[in-house]
Every structure is written in C-alpha cells, then in structure tokens.
C-alpha cells in the first residue's frame, strides 16, 4: 500500500477519535492528545509537559518512518528512532494495519486487526478511581504496610523518645519487615521493566520515573596472572601485594598475638531485629475487622468509618496500576 493511501487512512482515523482520547508514547510514556488535524501534519499536545507541550508532526515523517518499516520487512525496532520522534509510532499506531510491540520493541505492520497506543482510560480523578477493580493482593509487603500504617497513626512520632519501650520495637520490626520485602518486591518489578526500557531515556509514571542504566563489576583474574601483567607493565611486585585478612586470622591462632596488636578495633552499638511474632501480627490484622463485626455500639460506625478511610489510604500507597489499559 502507498503511504498516500496510508496516510490519509491515519488521519481519517485520527478525525473519528473523541476530543479527550490520549494516546502513549512507547519509549517515554508520554500521554498525547491530538489537538487538531491537516493535510501535511498532526499537532498533538503533550499532557505531562509544561514547556512547549504543543508541537506539529510532520507528514514527511511519518513516511519516512513506514517507508523504515517496510524495509525492515514490515518491523521496525524502535531502538532506532531518531530523538524526539517517539510521538510518531503512537499516532501511527492509531492506523488500523499498524502496531506497537513494547515487549519486543518494535513497530510492525499487520494484515489483520491490532493494538493501538490508545488509553482506554484516563484514571487521574477521584470518580474514575471508584470505577476501579481492587483487591487484597497476596504479598507480605501488603500486610506489613498495614500494619506499620495503623501503628504510626496510634502513635505521636513527633516525639519519639515518650513513647513506651514496646511501642518503639514493633515499630522497628514492622518498618524492617516493610524494607525487606519492599526491597524484594522492587528487584521483581526491575527485572520485568528492564524488558520494556530502551534507550537512555526516563520512563515516567504518576509518582515518578525510572531510568535504563548499566554499571560494571569487576573482580581480579588470578593472582598469579594479574602478577605477571603488573610485572610485564613494569610494576613491581610489592607494590601490588597485599596482606590477606584471612591468613592474618590463621596466623593469630597459631601465635599468642592478640586481635589488637594488628587490627585497630572500634566497638559501636546499635539495633537489630532478633525475632518477629508473625502469629501476633496476623492477629493484629484482621482485629480490626474482628471488633467491628461483633460490635453493636455506636461508637462502631465512627471507628468502622475510620478503618475504611485508613484501607483506602493504603490501597493509594501499595496499589500499582498500569501506564495504559489498551485497546483491542
């Protein structure tokens, strides 16, 4: 098909979305709206920029663009777009024969029916967030993150040195549990992005943005080996040579030197966590709930109240929602 032919189908296609359609850009995450329509380009806007945030798109583009898909035997990687022309493959993708791959970072042309970068959804206010499906997901940073949110609004942390000794350790232990398996979630979550990131570029999302990076480990071949480079290089020997920890502590028990003649010791003190009652932290859990339910009195609808507003709370801070819902 020509691009004439192809284009003039985008923009009829374009002309028929609503005024408050938003398209993703696949690279950056850039929501776009289509501000208005001509024969040589596409002036979109772009949402979450306050600079500049209108710019033309132009026709010439496009086709360079799906004349690199169609040498390209029909997928394009977007890897190898020029900068700033990652608004180009989202409007393209608004073309019925036209598609975006963000798992495998292409753009591909289609015989049959596909995707668009369109959102389905625009999920930015109070109204549209009642319409959304949540449930208790099964993770212990869920649960943790209940409870250290219920404890910290028990208690006055403006002033953490009156607080009672036992009210200090479980927040401790919640906030260490909370840290650990935060941490364990979010090495999940890093290698699923790393499949999706490309290029350099920041990745943003409503609370923030993420980055593909790359950084080296190095560790010494043999010693033997790194020794006789060194030398080749002209660096002597004992330049390079160290004492090893290990054997220095083989010798100490051999000798009758103690620890303090060869190392220099400084003791510090501090806190670590030495058990956690998960028993008692399932309890503390579901007692909440527990009370209400057995609860006749009328202090029960206040304190049922506000055990909604503390879920709803932690729902908005432990809830992940997708950048795009799209269309089919």
């Avoid at 993770?139 to 002033?159: F, N, T």
């Avoid at 040195?161 to 840290?179: F, I, P, R």
């Amino acid at each position: 098909m020509s691009f004439g032919v192809s284009w003039h189908t985008l923009l009829d296609h374009l002309a028929e979305l609503p005024d408050d359609a938003t398209l993703l850009s696949p690279l950056s995450n850039d929501r776009i709206q289509i501000e208005d329509i001509q024969e040589q380009r596409v002036i979109v806007e772009f949402l979450d920029r306050d600079i500049d945030p209108v710019r033309p798109l132009q026709r010439e583009q496009f086709e360079t663009l799906h004349r690199r898909i169609t040498d390209s035997a029909g997928a394009f990687d977007l890897d190898r777009l020029p900068p700033d022309a990652d608004p180009y493959p989202a409007v393209l993708s608004i073309h019925p024969r036209f598609e975006i791959d963000e798992d495998a970072g292409v753009i591909r042309e289609h015989d049959g029916p596909t995707t668009s970068q369109l959102l389905e959804i625009e999920q930015t206010g109070d109204e549209n967030d009642k319409d959304i499906d949540r449930s208790e997901p099964d993770l212990e940073v869920y649960a943790d993150s209940l409870l250290l949110i219920d404890a910290l609004e028990r208690h006055d942390l403006d002033s953490l040195t009156a607080l009672e000794t036992e009210a200090l350790v479980n927040l401790y232990t919640l906030c260490s549990d909370v840290q650990r398996n935060t941490d364990s979630l979010r090495k999940e979550i890093a290698d699923v992005l790393l499949n999706r990131l490309h290029h350099d570029q920041p990745v943003s999302g409503p609370f923030g943005s993420v980055q593909r990076t790359s950084r080296q480990n190095k560790s010494l071949k043999d010693e033997q080996t790194v020794i006789e480079r060194l030398e080749q290089a002209g660096v002597d020997r004992e330049q390079v040579t160290s004492l090893d920890r290990s054997k220095v502590d083989d010798a100490l028990d051999v000798t009758e030197l103690a620890e303090s003649d060869v190392y220099e010791i400084d003791e510090s003190e501090y806190v670590r966590k030495a058990d956690v009652d998960e028993q008692q932290k399932e309890t503390r859990l579901q007692g909440l709930k527990d009370q209400l339910a057995a609860s006749d009195h009328d202090e029960a609808a206040e304190l049922r109240g506000e055990i909604e507003q503390l879920e709803s709370r932690i729902e908005e801070l432990t809830s992940f929602r997708r950048g795009s819902e799209m269309e089919g």
